[in-house]
Structures are given as C-alpha cells and as structure tokens.
C-alpha cells in the first residue's frame, strides 16, 4: 500500500533564499510526525507545498501514491489534506457554525446535494454541532469569529479541520500564544479527536507537545532535513541539539 505522504527532492525557493533544499520524507498512513527546526528553516514552507499554498520549483510531493506537488489548494484539500496556520485562519465574514460547514463543503463540494433530504440536512447539523461542543464552543455557533479568543480561533480551525474528516492534517504550531494549561487541553484533544485513523505533520516549537503525540521526529535546518527517526534518538542527536537547541544549552 502507497504511503500517506511522500515528498522527494522537494525545494523551494524566494528570491535568493532556498526555503527548502532537495527535502524527502515520508509518512505511513496513521502515523503523526513531528516537524521541528529553527526559526526560518523551513518548516511551514514544506507544509505549503503539501498543501498546495506554494508550488515547489523542483521535487514531487504524493498523497496516497498520487501526484499533487503544484495542484491548486482547494484541490488538494478535496483529496483529503486539511491544515491550520500560525495565525489562525478562518472566514471571518461566516459565524463559526458556517464556517464548519464551509470546511466540509471544501472537502466534499457535492455534499450539499445531499443536504437536500432534510434529515440529511439535520444529521450534518447535528454533526457539525458536536464538532463544536468538543471545544465547548456550542454555544457561540452563532457568533462571528472576531467574538473569540486566540484559544478559541485555534479550536475553532482545528474543528474545521475535524469537519473536513481528511486522512491528512498539517498542524502549524497549533499551540502557539497558549499557556501550559491551554497547551495540555490542545494536546488531549488532538490525540483523542484529530489522530486517530489519520496522518499528521504537527509543527511546534513547544518540544514536550511534540513528543506527547508524535513517535517520531524529523528536523529541518536551512531548508535540509537534518534529522528523522524515533523522537527520543533524534532530539538526542548533537546536530539537533546544536542546530535547534543552540550549543551549550542543553
Ligand atoms: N512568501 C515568502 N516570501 C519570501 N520568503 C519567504 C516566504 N515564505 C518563507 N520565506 C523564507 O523562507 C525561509 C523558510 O521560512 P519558513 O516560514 O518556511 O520557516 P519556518 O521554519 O516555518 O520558520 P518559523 O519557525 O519562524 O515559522 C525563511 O528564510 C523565510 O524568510
């Protein structure tokens, strides 16, 4: 059986800069990698050529053994590849109940046809509701998304990443801004609701929510990968410690 995702020789480059240099990785199917490097190493750059944001100057990126490296976004996403960002994004012009049923409109294009059938139509509420009241966000389903909070906006995109129910998740620093508390909460919830049955690239700088759901890790400095194997070896390894970490600290 093909790998979930299989990216060969991939690089990518603006300008003078080479955000990406000649990368490979792959990932099983139900397998979460973490994604770690130093600032500007790359990172988001090798989630943006998955997920269609950017086209790579050279390489191939496969999904499930199919081709997609330079597909437009919105074609990849219904092939089964949802994502979040830095800085939250979600359609701000939508309450947050719209903007649930806009991601897995985005995932499925057709499905409104079958939102004809009103029981249809109750059971995908229903679905999309309980999406929200994962993150205790039921009752604002109404509200705009200007009503919430960082932590909120981030659940909000991961609950739209829910309801597109894709094999593939790019998580970008999804902890991002969130205290120790709110980092745990996020970390539960995305074991128990996001990974199961999928595949993951989960970045974030916060190490120990790396380790807590991902088995392995794969480090990128300066656009190369660096480092890939089981998280405890490679967040071991010297050229880790000192590309990541900084000589001397720890
Ligand atoms: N749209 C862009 N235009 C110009 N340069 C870019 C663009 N996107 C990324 N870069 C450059 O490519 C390099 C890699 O950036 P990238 O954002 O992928 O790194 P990163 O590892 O995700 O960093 P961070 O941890 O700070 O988010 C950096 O030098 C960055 O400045």
Redesign the pocket.
């Known amino acids: 059986m093909a790998a979930a995702l299989e990216v060969a020789g991939l690089t990518?480059r603006?300008?003078g800069?080479?955000?990406?240099d000649r990368v490979d990785l792959a990932l099983a199917r139900g397998e979460a990698l973490g994604l770690i490097?130093?600032?500007?190493?790359?990172?988001?750059?090798?989630?943006?050529v998955v997920s269609g944001h950017?086209a790579p100057e050279t390489g191939s990126v496969r999904l499930g053994g199919r081709e997609i490296a330079g597909l437009p976004s919105d074609r990849i996403a219904t092939l089964g590849v949802a994502r979040t960002f830095?800085t939250p994004r979600v359609l701000t012009r939508l309450t947050v109940f719209e903007n649930l049923r806009a991601a897995r409109h985005a995932r499925a294009p057709g499905i409104e046809m079958l939102w004809q059938a009103r029981a249809a139509r109750r059971r995908e509420r229903e679905r999309l509701l309980s999406l929200l009241a994962l993150f205790g966000l039921e009752g604002k389903a109404h509200d705009m998304p200007d009503a919430l909070t960082l932590m909120e906006l981030r659940e909000l995109e991961i609950a739209r990443v829910l309801a597109a129910d894709p094999a593939l998740i790019l998580l970008?620093?999804p902890a991002a801004g969130m205290t120790e508390a709110e980092t745990d909460r996020l970390a539960r919830t995305v074991a128990t609701h996001l990974l199961p049955g999928r595949s993951a690239i989960i970045?974030e700088?916060k190490v120990t929510f790396v380790t807590a759901l991902c088995k392995r890790i794969a480090v990128?400095d300066a656009?190369r990968k660096i480092a890939d194997g089981r998280a405890t070896d490679v967040l071991a390894g010297s050229a880790v410690r000192q590309s990541y970490f900084g000589a001397g600290t720890c």
Not at 37 to 42: A, I, K, L, T
């Open positions: 990518c603006f300008g800069v080479t955000a990406l490097g130093p600032n500007g190493s790359g990172k988001t750059s090798l989630l943006n950017h830095q970008d620093e970045i700088h990128l656009g």
